[in-house]
Nanobody, 117 residues
Framework: QVQLELSGGGLVQAGGSLRLSCVASDRTFNAYTIAWYRQKPAKVRELVATITWDGGITSYADSVKGRFTISRDNAKNTVYLQMNSLKPEDTANYFC??????????WGPGTQVTVSS
């Protein structure tokens, strides 16, 4: 099964930036629409952004539109989430996975993003 390795989370002040990376263990994921999700304490996991297999179409939750950018480099089996103008309400555990539920890998622990005010 495909393994996903996430990195780039951390603690940042409001207004700061972080870039998250999601590296897949094999090229299978390069053919999928991939999404970033986040989960806040005691909340359900929510969709943040998606990107088609070729990077041609992206979509964003209204709460991050204009501040976050999703991209991918299939040569590196990697999907990125550039997060700018971070707000305390962006604090969450972030995950990446296939957008299609039947294609998803194990979620793993995610990467924690904490934005201080």
């Amino acid at each position: 099964q495909v393994q996903l390795e996430l990195s780039g989370g951390g603690l940042v002040q409001a207004g700061g930036s972080l870039r998250l990376s999601c590296v897949a263990s094999d090229r299978t994921f390069n053919a999928y629409t991939i999404a970033w999700y986040r989960q806040k304490p005691a909340k359900v996991r929510e969709l943040v952004a998606t990107i088609t297999w070729d990077g041609g179409i992206t979509s964003y939750a209204d709460s991050v539109k204009g501040r976050f950018t999703i991209s991918r480099d299939n040569a590196k089996n990697t999907v990125y989430l550039q997060m700018n103008s971070l707000k305390p309400e962006d604090t969450a555990n972030y995950f990446c996975n296939a957008a299609e539920p039947t294609l998803r890998a194990w979620w793993g622990p995610g990467t924690q993003v904490t934005v201080s005010s």
